[in-house]
């Protein structure tokens, strides 16, 4: 079976149920920045050597998956269980980022993103907080399960935290922004 169908040729695609939508809708632009941060994370998993945040990056592209197909799915099924799995990943988060955090030099300054390794989960971050801004956009014009945009929240900061770990390791130093008026 061939991967294309043809089906999308005319900018249209089907969500879970059936329904066709253009490729433009606000729901699948959301699908699709879930798709690149997704990327993004197995760019970053290419790269990391620290095993502990690996597994991490793992289980969070497995999340997203199920985020995206949550999203994708404009029926009325059930998604309390993706709710209370998304409410514990958040609640790890927090432990992981409170632990890698008494380890790093205190922040008192916004920091550029940078660094060998560090600079792609800064990208990924930033990719992040865009299928955070685009669910949000859905949210407010369409149900969401409301566990997602807490999810996408606290994703991005650990994903901060994990560049700051990694340049932290790989004794890259971080460059403090400075305002030049």
Known sequence: MPIYTKFGDKGKTALFGGK????????????????????????????????RIKTELLKIQNDLFEIGA?????????????????????????????????????????????GKTGSLLHY??????????????LA????????ILVYLNRLSDLLFTFARAINFQEKQTETIWSSKH
């Open 20 to 51: 066709t939508v253009s490729k433009g809708n606000i729901r699948v632009e959301a699908c699709g920045n879930l798709d690149e941060l997704n990327s993004s994370l197995g760019l970053c998993l290419s790269k990391i050597k620290d095993k």
């Open 70 to 114: 949550c999203l994708a799915n404009t029926t009325d099924k059930n998604y309390q269980a993706l709710g209370k799995r998304l409410t514990t990943r958040v609640l790890e988060f927090e432990k992981t980022i409170d632990l890698l955090t008494k380890d790093l030099p205190e922040l008192t300054h916004f920091i550029l993103p940078g």
């Open 124 to 137: 990924a971050r930033t990719v992040s907080r865009r299928a955070e801004r685009r669910t949000v956009a």
């Open 140 to 147: 407010e014009k369409e149900k969401v399960l409301s566990e």
